[in-house]
């Protein structure tokens, strides 16, 4: 506990830095190509970050500056030419993953206010038209922690942008450090997810499933309860309704008064996947169990009462695994409170009465209009094993995998979802394999 603390305070004083990183043992290579152009050798046409074109996922403030965990842009465009010209409230040096319409993700790492060429017509796959008519840029920032500004988008002359349509349906995952890497890149570590945000279950979840919308408001080591966790001022219930998270840098932009979030800014989320408790769990953070559940029921009522037609899941928490005796066991945290907050919602009580949460006022009050069941409990039990959890208590890039699969059937088999990713890339650098056919 007081190893994760200490690791916690050491990355929010540590600026993206050089440094080694260990996956597997190995060094991960971070010498991603360097994309970063001198803007006024080209002859662009250039759109402003509000173009009506552009599709900001995720949570973006009215800065153009993104917060929470892989927020992206996506875009349609003609032409041959892509290059963005990040503002001075992009965090320097922060890892983009990006792509060419339903290409592999390419990496490079984004400086503050400067210009970035991100496709050019060398990029391969530019001059493919067939199906793919226009090419579609998209791109996701890895880290939690840091992020980008959108200044202005650059296309070839006399080229255009084109909006996309949304996909029909909509994901939303609230949630703690569990989803992404607490610790990240700051440290020379090789037990973290090796893409931080993008090797998330909820990542997994959001681009697995396919043609899915999908928000990731998930902020390490925050709790559900509106209690300082961890060097996190707020807890969920309070920070959900707000643009920015909970890092030292929206700390430095906002001080104690975020942006409140327009939901209109919005579609209304189909699912949402709340995964929180496991930091309110920890001692440390000496939270009640009756202030944990107070706080989660009041998250609940609150995004029903934003999205009246949402279905929300309750994530059950592994909290991690313990040696028992010549066998494992995992921990698990607030178990049975989790559990009772589920029947509680689909009490006919509850239903025919329901009773919801407004945040600007902090006070519950009552629809007559009955809902059907919309809670959810997702039994995280079985899932994982001892060893998909990495020595810094998060799961391993293959615990994410394994939870975001589950979560891909449960879509499936218990809300009626397809599956509808046409087999593109969701988690890069996962392609290891046993290449001697013969021993
Ligand atoms: C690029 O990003 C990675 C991951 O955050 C980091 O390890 C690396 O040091 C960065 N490189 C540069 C040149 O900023
Ligand atoms: C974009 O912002 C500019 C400058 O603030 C404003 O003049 C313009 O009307 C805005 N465009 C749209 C589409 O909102
Ligand atoms: C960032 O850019 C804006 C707009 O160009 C400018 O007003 C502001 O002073 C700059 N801030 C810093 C810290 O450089
Ligand atoms: C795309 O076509 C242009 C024009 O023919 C050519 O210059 C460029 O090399 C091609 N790009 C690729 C990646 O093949
Ligand atoms: C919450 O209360 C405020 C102030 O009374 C009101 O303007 C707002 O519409 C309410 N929000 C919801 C979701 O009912
Ligand atoms: C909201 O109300 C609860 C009691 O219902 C109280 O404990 C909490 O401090 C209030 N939060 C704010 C931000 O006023
Ligand atoms: C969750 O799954 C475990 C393992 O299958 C089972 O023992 C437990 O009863 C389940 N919990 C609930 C609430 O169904």
């Known amino acids: ?40 050798l080209y002859n662009f046409q250039s759109f402003p970050p509000n173009s009506t074109e552009l599709s900001y996922k995720g949570r973006w403030d009215s800065k153009y500056i993104s ?19 990040f503002g001075n409230h992009t965090s320097n040096g922060v890892l983009i993953a990006y792509r060419l319409s339903d290409l592999d993700w390419q990496f490079t790492n984004i400086s503050t206010s400067s210009t970035h060429l991100l496709i050019s017509p060398s990029t391969p796959g530019i001059n493919t038209t067939y199906p793919i ?10 880290n939690w922690a840091y992020g980008l500004q959108i200044s202005s988008i650059h296309l070839a002359p006399s080229a255009s942008l084109i909006a996309l349509p949304n996909y029909g349906r909509k994901i939303e995952v609230i949630g703690d450090s569990l989803k992404i890497e607490v610790i990240g890149d700051s440290l020379s ?48 219930v309070w920070q959900w309704w707000y643009t920015s998270d909970t890092s030292p840098r929206a700390g430095e932009l906002y001080g104690g008064e975020p942006e409140s979030w327009d939901f209109g800014r919005e579609e209304e989320a189909d699912v949402v996947v709340i995964c929180l408790g496991t930091n309110d769990a920890n001692e440390h953070n000496q939270v009640s169990e009756e202030e944990f559940v107070d706080a989660y029921r009041r998250l609940i009522m609150g995004v029903k009462g934003v999205w009246p037609g949402t279905k929300i899941v309750i994530v059950s928490l592994w909290n991690g695994f313990y040696a028992n005796g010549n066998s494992y066991a995992q921990a698990g945290a607030f178990t049975q409170p989790l559990h009772t907050l589920y029947t509680t919602f689909n009490t006919p009580s509850y239903l025919q009465n329901p009773m919801l949460y407004n945040h600007t006022t ?17 039994n995280t039990t079985g899932i994982l094993n001892h060893n998909d959890i990495s020595p810094l208590y998060h799961p391993t890039d293959f615990g994410h995998v394994k939870v975001a699969s589950h979560l891909m059937a449960f879509f499936r088999w218990v809300l009626g979802w397809e599956l509808r990713n046409g087999g593109r890339m969701v988690q890069s650098g996962t392609e290891y394999w046993n290449d001697v056919g013969e021993y």
């Open 133 to 142: 008519n226009p090419h579609t840029l998209e791109l996701r920032i890895t």
């Open 67 to 85: 917060w929470w965990s892989a927020p992206g842009l996506k875009f349609g465009f003609t032409g041959d030419t892509v290059a963005i010209t």
């Open 362 to 378: 902090n006070s519950t009050y009552t629809t007559n209009t009955p809902f059907e069941p919309f809670v959810y409990y997702f």
């Open 189 to 236: 570590a090789g037990d973290l997810a090796t893409l931080e945000g993008l090797s998330s279950y909820a990542f997994g979840l959001g681009e697995g499933i396919g043609e899915t919308e999908y928000s990731i408001t998930a902020y390490p080591g925050v709790c559900a309860a509106d209690r300082q966790c961890w060097g996190n001022a707020r807890g969920m």
């Open 1 to 40: 506990m007081n190893l994760r603390h200490t690791l916690y305070l050491l990355l929010t004083c540590l600026s993206l830095t050089t440094s080694t990183i260990l996956q597997n043992g190995q060094v991960r290579e971070t010498n991603y190509p360097d994309t970063k152009i001198d803007a006024s």
